[in-house]
């Protein structure tokens, strides 16, 4: 009955049904994922996810390339403000297509079912599994520095609690929704009290007279001569430091009230972040000139031994808290990507499954660590991810192309919120232009994550498209998948 009702649903979408979309999670009697994700929760999401550990540990990607401080503050800010623009967009697809996936639900229903299932396949294989290990790894290294103050961490010490990290919040993501986000709303509350704090100590620097490079004439001094190559790479590391922003799309089905939250939460997170980076950055430069924050891979923890004296304890507790919650956040989101794909049919519908009396999807919080756990065991996490980083970015202005093509091929489907055209194009431009500077600055390694996509479409057209398939090649994939996922997990478990 359900796969009737979800043929049904996307068959109306296609024809541009001008009444409200059908909700997937309300639309038949089977257990489906709950509303229990209020106005809060969705902003601690959005702000969890964006905020991690680098405006603690290392904001200097783009002060190094902006060359000037004046000038990386405006990049800051906007940054903030397309990132603010893109979201809105995001905010109108995804009352109109009111689906958990975020832009893989809408890539695919938009675009077709291969352009999702290369966002898809993007996504599982290497993006979120990546993120996920680094940021626990560095939840891991903040934690046991206080273990070993002369010297580096031992690395399988290092790994071992990250892989404890991971386990621990996918049982609290298995166990309950209600108990992750609170755990969400909690780590997202201090990591923003830990900022806020950093904003005060600058505030009473300036008061005190410290404000040299804040000064117009200082401001806008180059500390190296002004390129424009470097200045168009600065904003592409602004806008990777916004990455998250649209994770709240990946839980739709779950939001409480999404045609008034879902804005809402945009309307408050997104200032509130761009906020929180300028004034932070604000305020490591009045205890630190620009040599120094280039020079230091941990920014905030020397801004603390600078101002905090025996308090300065505050700030690596703080990266540690925040790597935290962004473990959590981003286990919470991604496993709902991996849900929706299941659903769709193009991941294994085991991983479609809902707990009957927890409502949490189980199956891919599993996935989602195993994969996680997986990537901790290799030592190219890190060029995996400058190989991902512009895919991931590429398919956000395909989804704000792809709100154009609705409007154009459906101009009547129902949609609670619309905003103006110029908004998309806004972004387009953007977007563009960091694309076009991508693949002119870095050809190579963008390249490379090209063809890292694009290993799916083989994937695709074998275990999707071609749907009558023999029993022997299907029980064939079936000894293959098993083999490797063994030989997997007994090398994880051999080299933990």
């Given amino acids: 009955r359900s796969v009737k009702l979800t043929k049904r649903r996307n068959a109306l979408l296609c024809r541009g049904s001008p009444g409200p979309p059908t909700d997937p999670s309300t639309e038949s009697s089977a257990v489906a994922l709950k509303k229990e994700i209020g106005l809060v929760s969705a902003c601690g999401i959005i702000v969890g996810n964006i905020i991690g550990s680098g405006i603690f540990v290392s904001p200097k990607g783009v002060l190094e390339n902006a060359s000037s401080v004046g000038l990386a503050l405006i990049i800051w800010i906007t940054t903030g403000i397309i990132t603010a623009i893109g979201a809105l967009c995001y905010a109108e697809l995804g009352v109109t297509i009111p689906k958990s996936g975020g832009d893989y639900s809408y890539v ?3 675009f077709g079912g291969l352009a999702g299932f290369l966002r898809l396949w993007i996504a599982l294989l290497v993006i979120y599994p990546t993120n996920q290990a680094v940021i626990a790894l560095t939840f891991s290294n ?4 206080p273990l070993y103050p002369s010297c580096f961490a031992p690395e399988s010490g290092l790994r071992l609690l990250a892989a404890v990290c991971l386990l621990l919040l996918t049982w609290v993501n298995c166990f309950s929704v209600r108990w992750a986000t609170r755990v969400q709303d909690i780590f997202t509350a201090g990591k923003l009290l830990a900022l806020g704090l950093i904003i005060v100590m600058g505030i009473v620097q300036i008061c005190k007279g410290h404000f040299y490079w804040l000064e117009p004439a200082h401001a806008f001094e180059p500390f190296q001569e002004y390129d424009v190559g470097r200045i ?3 904003f592409l590391q602004g806008s990777f430091a916004y990455g998250g922003w649209n994770f709240l799309n990946y839980v739709t089905e779950e939001l409480i009230d999404p045609h008034k939250n879902l804005p809402r939460a945009i309307f408050i997170s997104i200032p509130l972040v761009t906020f929180v980076y300028v004034f932070a950055n604000v305020a490591y430069v009045t ?3 620009p040599n120094e924050l280039l020079a230091s891979n941990a920014v905030a923890v020397i801004f603390g031994e600078k ?3 025996v308090m300065s304890w505050i700030m690596p507790i703080s990266v540690a808290l925040s790597t935290f919650g962004g473990v959590n956040g981003s ?3 991604s496993s709902r990507l991996f849900f929706a794909g299941a659903r769709e049919g193009h991941l294994p519908r085991l991983l479609a499954m809902i707990h009957v009396n927890r409502f949490t999807p189980i199956p891919a919080l599993l996935f989602t660590c195993i994969s996680t756990l997986l990537m901790l065991c290799t030592s190219n996490i890190y060029t995996l991810i400058n190989y991902v980083g512009f895919i991931n970015y590429l398919f956000y202005g395909v989804t704000v192309a792809g709100q154009i093509v609705l409007r154009i091929k459906q101009p009547d489907l129902y949609r609670p919120i619309k905003v103006s055209l110029a908004w998309p194009v806004i972004y387009l431009l953007f977007w563009a232009f960091l694309i076009i500077f991508s693949l002119y600055s870095e050809p190579m390694v963008c390249s490379i994550g090209l063809a890292i996509m694009l290993t799916g ?7 999707v498209y071609w749907e009558n398939k023999p029993k022997q090649f299907i029980s064939f994939l079936v000894s293959v998948h098993l083999k490797l996922c063994t030989f997997s997990l007994i090398n994880a478990f051999c080299y933990f």
């Fill in 108 to 110: 695919k229903d938009i």
């Fill in 142 to 145: 903040y934690v046991l520095q």
């Fill in 232 to 234: 168009a790479l600065a």
């Fill in 287 to 289: 205890a630190m000139s």
């Fill in 307 to 309: 101002l905090l004296g």
């Fill in 331 to 333: 286990l919470f989101t």
């Fill in 457 to 463: 479409v083989p994937v695709y057209f074998a275990g």
